[in-house]
């Protein structure tokens, strides 16, 4: 396994602006996952694809945060007119479909709106 | 909302020693796992177990799980300095397979 990537690893933006983040999970996994962490909390989960179709939405997936998985391999998640309270770490993660329930994480993008 | 609460909330330890963490939960679960999360990095999953295990082992890793109390216990022996992190539980709810909902976690500290 390549391991989970995420890009880029910091990005600090002005509120009002878009950001989008990518991840690119590992090859044969078809299961891609998105959470957000803030300080002193766990992972909350965002989101989930299997393949390129998104099956579930957390409320916490504002109508300004948009993901996609076009092809089923690498996803996006864009926030539009970020606030600052999206201030955050983005996690993706990904696992196989069946069997063990794994997940495996990338670094993370940390996301700093000013 | 946080599925799973850690305690204690932070813990300081000498190295050698042995660090257990506990975890609580609300719901019924299918599985329960633990991850470590080194400072401002992603989680790396140490060990799962199923509803139906009470103990499981993994190197240094002891993991126990009560689902008749709703808790787990991790525990780590001889701790060593490269052990200090954040550690997760997160539990797989309902009839999801997929969705983890974890808590807010146990910061490990090993002094050397």
């Known amino acids: 396994d390549t391991g989970v990537s995420q890009d880029p690893r910091h990005k600090i933006t002005k509120r009002g602006q878009n950001v989008t983040f990518r991840c690119d999970p590992i090859?044969?996994?078809?299961?891609l996952y998105w959470y957000r962490q803030t300080l002193g909390q766990g992972p909350e989960f965002l989101t989930y694809?299997?393949?390129?179709?998104?099956?579930?939405k957390s409320r916490l997936l504002s109508d300004r945060f948009s993901a996609e998985r076009p092809k089923g391999s690498f996803s996006t998640l864009e926030i539009q007119r970020t606030e600052q309270g999206d201030s955050a770490m983005y996690l993706c993660?990904?696992?196989?479909?069946?069997?063990?329930?794994?997940?495996?994480f990338g670094p993370g993008t940390r996301l700093t709106v000013t | 909302s946080q599925q799973g609460e850690e305690d204690p909330q932070a813990l300081s330890i000498q190295e050698g020693e042995n660090a257990t963490m506990n975890c609580s939960y609300k719901?019924?679960?299918?599985?329960l796992q633990w991850y470590r999360q080194n400072s401002g990095r992603g989680l790396v999953h140490l060990i799962l177990?199923?509803?139906?295990?009470r103990e499981k082992h993994s190197g240094r890793l002891r993991v126990t799980l009560d689902t008749s109390k709703k808790s787990s216990s991790l525990l780590i022996t001889a701790s060593r300095a490269a052990d200090t992190a954040s550690y997760f539980c997160?539990?797989?709810?309902?009839?999801?397979?997929?969705?983890?909902?974890f808590g807010k976690g146990t910061l490990l500290t090993v002094n050397p």
């Open positions: 993660a990904s696992s196989r479909e069946q069997g063990v329930l794994k997940q495996y």
């Open positions: 090859s044969e996994h078809n299961r």
């Open positions: 694809f299997q393949n390129e179709a998104q099956l579930e």
């Open positions: 719901t019924s679960i299918n599985n």
């Open positions: 177990i199923r509803s139906n295990e």
């Open positions: 997160a539990t797989g709810i309902g009839g999801s397979n997929y969705k983890l909902t």
